[in-house]
């Protein structure tokens, strides 16, 4: 015997609907506010950024510590992607002996700055500054059947040398020069990230 009547489920299911939707409704305001103000930060820190570099000086110490943070890049980089292509040789090596799972891979790679050993009363502008800027440098790739281009070709240094971090600092919307310059080399990471087809 149903120890439940049709009216009780009815009015059970009702409730939890109307809870569910009040939920999201606050979910999604939540959201909007949380967009609104994260607007509004990254509006401050492009008009920071836009500020300091006008006030920046070109002093010697300061051009150099912004030539050894672009070698380091460079160097970051090149070791990214040699081992980006050790893994496709590897993965090209397999697929030729027939192993199937491998067809369709993609191998992407980023590069990210940490703010480690950051002041605590610089630790909220840091974060802010590294999850809002909008440029990294250039993402690095290879795919299966696709053109294995140079590390010159997939960074842009073809014809001549690259300012990697002048064009970091060109395109990203927080980072000023001043900043670059109190950048340590160590903090910067690469992620390499692997992907394969589902078939």
């Not at 409704?25 to 492009?46: D, F, G, I, S």
């Not at 070791?79 to 191998?107: C, H, P, Q, T, V």
Request: hydrophobic share 35%; with cysteine; glycine share 4%.
């Amino acid at each position: 015997m149903n120890a439940f009547s049709t009216k009780e489920i009815s009015d059970d299911a009702h409730d939890y609907i109307e809870k569910w939707e009040k939920e999201q409704l606050k979910r999604l305001k939540n959201e909007v506010e949380t967009l609104k103000e994260e607007e509004k930060v990254r509006k401050n820190l492009y008009f920071r950024k836009h500020l300091l570099d006008n006030m920046f000086e070109w002093t010697p110490a300061n051009t150099q510590s912004l030539k050894n943070l672009n070698n380091a890049l460079l160097s970051l980089y090149r070791e990214a992607y040699d081992e980006m292509l050790n893994i496709k040789l590897d993965f090209d090596r397999k697929i030729e002996a027939g192993l199937s799972a491998y067809k369709g891979y993609f191998i992407g790679c980023e590069v990210e700055y940490l703010p480690i050993d950051v002041p605590e009363e610089k630790r909220e502008l840091w974060q802010n500054l590294c999850e809002l800027t909008g440029y990294w440098g250039p993402f690095l790739s290879f795919g299966d059947g696709e053109e294995e281009l140079s590390f010159e070709e997939q960074i842009g240094i073809e014809d001549q040398p690259r300012d990697l971090l002048k064009d970091i600092l060109d395109r990203n919307e927080t980072f000023s020069l001043p900043d670059a310059v109190n950048m340590k080399k160590d903090n910067f990471m690469y992620q390499i990230n692997i992907m394969f087809a589902w078939k």
